[in-house]
């Protein structure tokens, strides 16, 4: 059972740029985190785009949701940027039926010696590989369907929106 | 939904010891772990031994399962040396009906730089909260049910055992 | 021989801020590496400002040099930012005398994991404690007389200047 | 004014071996170490062995010994075990003259993430490039002459020996 995942970016693959002080983004460390974790699952990586999210456009949007269409995979990660990471997945829930897409981000970027992506990256392999098809965010060790969360900025956390009363 | 993770030590939780040279056990670093991991999962941790799992008698299996049985949490993590995972997995499937349990462990110590214990707990807490009731090996970002898997000890990753012809 | 540390910000000390995703100072990192590295010296640390380099004014610039003449203290460590080090070493040349001064700082924040910091800071507290009276800027394991060295930006390194012929 | 490093093993270089789930031998990190603290110094590395400073045999030291007075540079760094380092230290100052020798090496392995390590080698090979001609201990800081240092086991540090009364 192949997984696919696609690299959009975000914070999780942010490095520093000694020559400007600044973040920026190089390749992305998915592949070499993959190897610290010795994971054994079959992954197809494909680096779609290296951008925050918060730059991200509907142009944007619209090639990652192609890109989970056209996979032959039925079961996708998606690593992306925390701040839009729910417009991304209600863009990838609007047009991609019977695969189970599972996206997760950082809040920390990797390439700093504290960050919470492998532990995030890890839960999101695991998640994607029992779920039924749908599109989900991975997040503090959660798993919530895609319409069913949002960042709490204030708190750098994903959280449930409750449900509507039944 | 609550997730008891009990502690058994393993490579997972060796340390340093300065003095003697000599890798020894001192506190679980779970904990820590799921901090940096940014967890926000109800867990209730609780240290059973701390033992190199070579080490660990069939009292020492007996009293893990005793931890299993008697947890009021339905679904279980337990950390654990990968030499004889397998063999408390089968003592635990043995005795513990109706929960979901869940063995990991890691091949490198988590207070090394280069583990693979966080994505491993990670891959382990996501597997728990979907999987059905049952005893399962999460390593090398897959899940093995209990039965299924063995230790490749040259290759130093677990592998499915073939299930017989049907 | 108690030696002073005077922290004034830099790459050397830049956190990573996960609500706006940009770097930032918080606290010194000195303490902590003084702690890593098991110094047993008898240092005295003091924050006098934390500021990128390319930021500090004329008015930053007196105050570390104060901070230098006050100090009871002949032999002092100064961490900052490595864009105007250089400067900042002027400065203090052109009014401290008799006393040791090291300038050192990072090209890779020591948040992140792999800093060069660590090495630099081992590096300027060992040159401070044997060198004679004098300004000096301590980088990539050399030592240089304040008016010897420059920055090469396209090298991201510290270089001699070759003197004047004798 | 090029300086030899002269590896010998020690705690400084130890591995996990996830086999057998020891510490052991494998390379030198001193290369990769001076990479990561963008050393411009002309350095020459050497593995003399590797080898626990408590199983060195009188032949190690005197291997050890042949490689300082052997070599064109006149300028050293040893690294070694913390147990007998100033037993080499003793050997070495016994026969080489005209040299600046400090021995150095970590408490904690520098394969872990929290090695003492970098910031000893930053401080060996500064100490190393402005000290007279000597046998010199670089550990926690600080340099002591050869024969006015012990390691207090106790408290994992070196201590300066009080010298005689003039």
């Given at each position: 059972m192949p997984i696919r995942v696609l690299v959009t970016g975000g914070t999780f693959d942010k490095n520093y740029n000694e020559r400007t002080g600044q973040l920026y983004f190089k390749d992305t460390?998915?592949?070499?985190?993959?190897?610290?974790?010795r994971s054994r699952i079959d992954v197809r990586i494909r680096t779609v785009m290296m951008v925050d999210?918060?730059?991200?456009?509907?142009?944007?949007?619209?090639?990652?949701?192609q890109n989970c269409v056209k996979a032959p995979e039925e079961r996708i990660v998606i690593t992306?940027?925390?701040?839009?990471?729910?417009?991304?997945?209600?863009?990838?829930?609007?047009?991609?039926?019977?695969?189970?897409?599972?996206?997760?981000?950082?809040m920390i970027p990797y390439a700093f010696g504290s960050s919470?992506?492998?532990?995030?990256?890890?839960?999101?392999?695991?998640?994607?590989?029992?779920?039924?098809?749908?599109?989900?965010?991975?997040?503090?060790?959660?798993?919530?369907?895609?319409?069913?969360?949002?960042?709490?900025r204030e708190r750098s956390e994903f959280e449930e929106i409750p449900g509507p009363p039944e």
């Open positions: 460390h998915v592949g070499e985190m993959l190897e610290l974790g999210s918060l730059e991200m456009t509907e142009a944007d949007r619209t090639l990652i949701v992306h940027g925390t701040d839009t990471m729910t417009d991304t997945a209600a863009a990838v829930a609007a047009a991609v039926t019977g695969k189970t897409v599972v996206l997760t981000g950082a919470d992506g492998l532990f995030n990256l890890g839960s999101a392999l695991s998640f994607v590989q029992v779920l039924p098809a749908g599109v989900y965010i991975a997040m503090n060790g959660k798993c919530f369907p895609w319409d069913r969360v949002r960042k709490n």
